[in-house]
């Protein structure tokens, strides 16, 4: 799921495993945190990780995180629950638990900095494109976009669904 929220910042949920969360012997703090903030530290580069990707290996969130004025991390994995917020890259505090679940996921949603960018508004147009384009790219995937900024007629928020059975392999 991907939704633009009313204040232009972006959420985006999986029902993958959920980032781990336990210690990184190497960096001293959680996996998530690394995975957060050090570049080329994601799965991608265990082959067995990923069939297909849309982005760079170990780039994607880092850099997300580090042009973020604030980013919210919440996975659900093995049972609970755990949450970290960052400011423009850096961790605001260590990985917490904060209850308990009984799918796995990551959810992340952030918010671009405005140091950094003069236009923070999202298109709806664009990201519904390459989210089309992502779900064609991973045969079988669904992905739901909304955008929480505009309704329609009736009163509901925009929205779309994408899946392709017959995209590529």
């Not at 519904?128 to 509901?156: S, V």
Request: proline fraction near 2%.
């Amino acid at each position: 799921s991907v939704w633009i929220n009313e204040d232009n910042s972006v959420g985006v949920k999986d029902n993958g495993r959920g980032i781990p969360v336990d210690m990184h012997k190497k960096e001293g703090v959680s996996a998530l945190e690394v995975v957060m903030t050090k570049i080329g530290a994601g799965g991608k580069f265990d082959k067995d990780s990923y069939k297909v990707s849309g982005g760079l290996h170990g780039v994607g969130v880092s850099c997300v995180n580090a042009l973020s004025e604030h980013l919210h991390a919440i996975v659900h994995r093995d049972g609970k629950v755990y949450e970290q917020e960052y400011a423009r890259g850096k961790a605001l505090y260590p990985v917490k638990e904060t209850g308990t679940c009984t799918e796995n996921g990551t959810q992340v949603t952030f918010k671009p900095d405005h140091q950094i960018f003069d236009q923070r508004e999202y298109n709806y147009s664009t990201l519904a494109n390459r989210l089309r384009e992502l779900a064609f790219l991973n045969k079988g995937i669904t992905i739901h976009f909304e955008d929480k900024r505009e309704q329609d007629d009736e009163g509901n928020n925009l929205s779309e669904i994408f899946h392709s059975d017959e995209g590529l392999p």
